[in-house]
């Protein structure tokens, strides 16, 4: 049973650095692809990144220059930063597991519980 | 960016009825397109992915069609628990994008 579990800081300053991480249980990180998905409050939902075991990602452009998202095979989690964030960063951020292959590429079939991020001084 | 048109974004239905959702792209995108479920305070469920196939153990209500631009969610008939904020979400090409969602409530 794939369980994934978001932690972090709820609370961020403006201009600082927002810095999550999620641990996967009942799978290997290696198996997959790795999403980071926030959804502002009362919004859709926005992609963030993707990452695979071997630290190949893909970032939303409109996050690109602030996003870095990274994998720690060791301990199974895996990891967002945001730099210089906003009070338009606020949001619930959310991991997911991507599906790699086939007609479920790029799927997210299993999420963690969600985790509300703050930006305010 | 491609990007996703659901309507309505609201909708209001009794339990019973039949509902369809529609998410239009802003360019072809094959079959490459996900639904999603959601309920206040949890986390998305994935409901369909290639726009027809249900995920395992998602009942039989629900179902998607479309292809290209165009793509329906339908439910069936609707039931209690189906009353929640519908997604979708394409995986054509990056990034990859989602629709502004559909809010289902109850008539």
């Known amino acids: 049973h794939v369980q994934l579990q978001e932690s972090g800081p709820g609370l961020v300053k403006p201009s600082e650095t927002l810095s999550l991480t999620c641990t996967v249980s009942?799978?290997?990180?290696?198996?997959?692809?790795w999403s980071w998905v926030r959804q502002s409050p009362g919004k859709g939902l926005e992609w963030i990144a993707f990452?695979?075991?071997?630290?190949?990602?893909n970032y939303s452009p409109s996050l690109k220059t602030r996003a870095t998202i990274s994998v720690d095979t060791s301990k199974n989690q895996f990891s967002l930063r945001l730099s210089s964030v906003t009070a338009a960063d606020t949001a619930v951020y959310y991991c997911?597991?991507?599906?790699?292959?086939?007609?479920?590429?790029?799927?997210?079939?299993?999420w963690g519980q969600g985790t509300l991020v703050t930006v305010s001084s | 960016d491609i990007q996703l048109t659901q309507s309505p974004s609201f909708l209001s239905a009794s339990v019973g009825d039949r509902v369809t959702i529609t998410c239009r792209a802003s360019?072809?995108?094959?079959?490459?397109l996900a639904w999603y479920q959601q309920k206040p305070g949890k986390a998305p469920k994935l409901l369909i992915y290639?726009?027809?196939t249900l995920q395992s153990g998602v009942p039989s209500r629900f179902s998607g069609r479309g292809s290209e631009r165009e793509f329906t969610l339908t439910i069936s008939s609707l039931q209690p628990e189906d009353f929640a904020t519908y997604h979708c979400?394409?995986?054509?090409?990056?990034?990859?994008?989602f629709g502004q969602g559909t809010r289902l409530e109850i008539k």
């Open positions: 979400q394409q995986i054509h090409s990056y990034p990859i994008t």
């Open positions: 360019q072809g995108i094959s079959s490459s």
């Open positions: 997911a597991r991507m599906g790699q292959g086939g007609s479920a590429y790029g799927t997210h079939d299993y």
């Open positions: 009942g799978d290997s990180i290696t198996t997959y692809y």
């Open positions: 990452v695979y075991h071997t630290g190949n990602a």
């Open positions: 290639a726009a027809s």
